[in-house]
């Protein structure tokens, strides 16, 4: 969340923000329930004060001064019990403010992105191509109709080669992520309430896309970005010998409600997939040039995976609360194209994201109370966080298969996960 202070000596500029992410928060109830909270402190603090006194008066106290200090007693009450619920709704407005926003973020909706990079045109293919659904059931990879019927639609098991490649390509995302320093860290798919809303994610209410754990402070996690948050929560970290680096392997689970039409399809938007995340705990000087090695990180893992893709800088309207500023790859899928193009040899796709990474400042940092100790200041201030797809095991076989598919329907698998298969090609 921000810093409270910083809305009450900035308050136009948070409601301007808050037009640029097309978030309805009532700046002027939340600053007035800071001042009306900060009003019952200091009446608060003026009674306790006088109990204090009142219990230091030496002999017998007299009956007149023991009504005096039942009546205190009971304004104090009182009086906490309104401060409590003042802090209690101050908080849940404060939970509703966005992030700033970067001065270099596009200001508009979703597709007012801007495109940053291009790497290639997309190989228009001299035959009739497939989307990744129809080639993994065609070679007998993928099972969607079990999976509805042992769990729900949108679940789905994988078979044979393709849980081969998932395998070799998570092992190729951690290598790649190991090389630049990341710990390898496996976490948990659950975690309490206040780890979730920490990190930025609704856990209830209609809009959650969160799965709750029925009578339990517990939700399965969308992302290991949650756990490894929360893995630090609470403590003063040690970032003297640089930032602190993991890659989190988790299992994530996602409500997807609202969901439809072709990005519906297939692997593309599921209920349960596997990700990689890489995760970073930084100075705050040190998060704005994290955040393009981040990046550089990902496209360093998509190339050698020889997809054709774009970078955006994702619109103000779209960043999430959190997010500070957001970078998506976003590969070409022939999933994505025009249906009534279908019948024609040269389909055309369209891209999809398969990575994201965003910085998000202080923002969680301060809701989760990890902190790193300036030696330049001699004090304790929060942290930067920063987070990043490594690799996911729903759309990154969507690219692979699809772009790497040839005229007979079999796939062929790219140079830089040779080391990690027993096969160059399935078929």
Do not use: W
Not at 6 to 22: A, F, S, V
Not at 369 to 378: P, Q, S
């Amino acid at each position: 969340m921000l810093d409270i202070k910083y809305i009450r000596e900035n308050p136009e500029l948070i409601k301007e923000n808050c037009k640029k992410r097309h978030v309805q928060v009532d700046i002027d109830t939340l600053l007035q329930t800071d001042e009306e909270r900060r009003e019952i402190q200091q009446n608060l603090n003026q009674l306790q004060q006088e109990r204090n006194q009142g219990s230091k008066l030496k002999g017998k106290p007299s009956p007149e001064h023991i009504e005096k200090m039942k009546k205190i007693g009971a304004e104090i009450k009182q009086l906490e019990e309104s401060y409590n619920q003042k802090e209690e709704l101050l908080h849940e407005l404060l939970l509703q403010v966005p992030n700033l926003t970067h001065p270099e973020t596009p200001i508009g909706h979703e597709h007012e992105f801007k495109t940053l990079y291009t790497n290639q045109e997309p190989e228009l293919k001299d035959f009739q191509t497939k989307d990744h659904e129809e080639l993994l059931l065609k070679h007998d990879l993928l099972d969607f109709e079990r999976g509805a019927k042992v769990v729900g639609s949108k679940f789905f098991y994988t078979k044979g080669k393709l849980v081969e490649l998932n395998r070799a390509l998570t092992n190729y995302g951690i290598d790649i992520c190991q090389k630049h320093g990341f710990q390898l860290i496996e976490t948990p798919d659950l975690a309490h309430k206040k780890i979730l809303e920490g990190a930025g994610f609704n856990p209830r209410g209609e809009e959650t896309q969160i799965y709750n754990i029925e009578n339990q402070d517990l939700s399965l996690v969308g992302t290991a970005e949650i756990t490894v948050l929360g893995y630090h929560a609470d403590e003063v970290i040690d970032l003297e010998d640089g930032p602190i680096k993991y890659v989190a392997l988790s299992h994530c689970f996602r409500t997807e409600a609202g969901s439809y039409g072709r990005t519906s399809k297939g692997l593309y938007r599921v209920h349960q997939f596997t990700k990689l995340e890489m995760f970073v705990f930084c100075k705050p000087n040190q998060s704005d040039q994290i955040h393009q090695d981040l990046l550089a990180i990902e496209q360093e893992i998509v190339d050698g995976l020889e997809l054709p893709y774009r970078v955006i800088d994702i619109a103000s309207s779209d960043l999430g609360g959190p997010a500070y500023r957001k970078f998506d790859i976003e590969a070409y899928m022939t999933m994505l194209g025009d249906p009534d193009e279908k019948d024609k040899i040269h389909q055309q796709g369209n891209y999809g994201e398969i990575t994201s990474t965003s910085n998000c400042l202080d923002y969680q940092a301060r809701r989760m109370n990890i902190k790193f100790h300036n030696k330049e200041t001699n004090q304790k201030e929060f942290v930067h966080t920063l987070n990043g797809t490594a690799v996911v095991l729903s759309r990154f076989p969507i690219a692979l298969v699809e772009n790497h598919q040839l005229p007979d329907g079999s796939i062929k698998i790219p140079k830089a996960l040779h080391p990690y298969l027993n096969f160059k090609e399935i078929k």
